[in-house]
């Protein structure tokens, strides 16, 4: 008997559009945030470190066509990879004049086999002409935006220091959606102070948006940010993993069999992590995942009333 697949893994819907192996190669586009230059705040999220949850390649010299050059050679070689997505990651990759995206994601399209965009950002940062220049680009190639929503929960969100509020995020949604735009929904798992119940809310949120993909993060502690000051004075405890697994697999219960899941949990870079150091041996969470999956007899979906894929 075959298995089947208990939720709609992101490696398979590329593999589905361009019959190969594709893979995302995260670039800093040498952008910075609203909650760091001091528009909203020079703070930054709790969890955010300095750069950005990204690379740092800017800052070493690395030109968006160099960042993309050198990912292309180690995908390739690791994956056997043939196509490739330009993944603007670092900061909010939408927060800057439309002339000078322009000229970053057409440098980064430039460049052999890269296929399509996917452009992490801000809720709050999505300026309408900067929408329509992203429909213009997915006229000819994938382009997914990516939003940090988090929380489906004002006052988490408060907590956190994210500077928007849950109906920023639907607002950005619908007005991606009505362009044709494919919208990415981050949200971290074990933010302070949130139960499952709340969670599992932020699920249920979103399969009601026209959202059609899913990250989730699992909220690690990095060096030099104030969720680590919260950590080492005993005021935040980071999820063991097999809490993790379980509210993975409760949260992916729960949102609709279409929506592409692009990610389960995050790689935080061993130099900078604090805790937990689970975090780190990333495959045993997955296999977790999927023995979860198995032992539950569940799929994405299911508790929504979606039939087994």
Not at 164 to 175: E, L, N, R
């Amino acid at each position: 008997m075959i298995p089947f697949k208990r939720y709609n893994d992101y490696n398979t819907y590329l593999r589905n559009i361009y019959g190969c192996r594709v893979q995302k190669i995260s670039v800093d586009a040498g952008l910075t945030c609203p909650n760091r230059d001091g528009t909203l705040s020079t703070a930054g999220c709790i969890y955010c470190n300095a750069r950005g949850s990204g690379t740092g390649a800017h800052a070493g010299g690395l030109s968006i066509t160099d960042q993309l050059l050198k990912g292309k050679a180690a995908l390739s070689r690791r994956y056997k990879a043939k196509k490739f997505i330009a993944y603007f990651q670092s900061f909010s990759n939408t927060y800057a004049p439309v002339s000078k995206l322009r000229r970053l994601y057409d440098e980064a399209l430039a460049v052999d086999d890269i296929v399509g965009l996917s452009i992490g950002t801000r809720p709050d940062c999505v300026a309408e002409p900067v929408l329509d220049l992203l429909a213009d680009y997915a006229d000819d190639h994938l382009v997914w935006i990516e939003y940090g929503l988090q929380s489906g929960h004002d006052a988490t969100l408060a907590l956190i220091n994210r500077g928007h509020d849950v109906a920023c995020f639907q607002k950005a949604v619908d007005s991606a959606h009505a362009r044709g735009l494919k919208v990415c929904a981050h949200v971290i798992l074990g933010l302070p102070q949130e139960t499952r119940a709340q969670m599992i809310a932020t699920a249920r949120f979103l399969a009601d948006l026209p959202v059609a993909g899913v990250k989730l993060h699992l909220l690690y502690v990095v060096r030099d940010t104030p969720l680590e000051r919260l950590h080492r004075a005993g005021t935040y405890h980071c999820l063991s993993q097999a809490v993790y697994v379980e509210l993975v697999c409760d949260f992916l219960e729960r949102l609709p069999k279409q929506v592409v899941i692009q990610r389960l949990t995050g790689d935080p870079h061993r130099a900078e992590l604090v805790a937990p150091q689970w975090s780190l041996r990333k495959r045993e969470t997955l296999d977790m995942i999927k023995t979860a999956f198995e032992e539950r007899n569940t799929w994405q979906g299911k508790r929504l009333g979606c039939s087994r894929p």
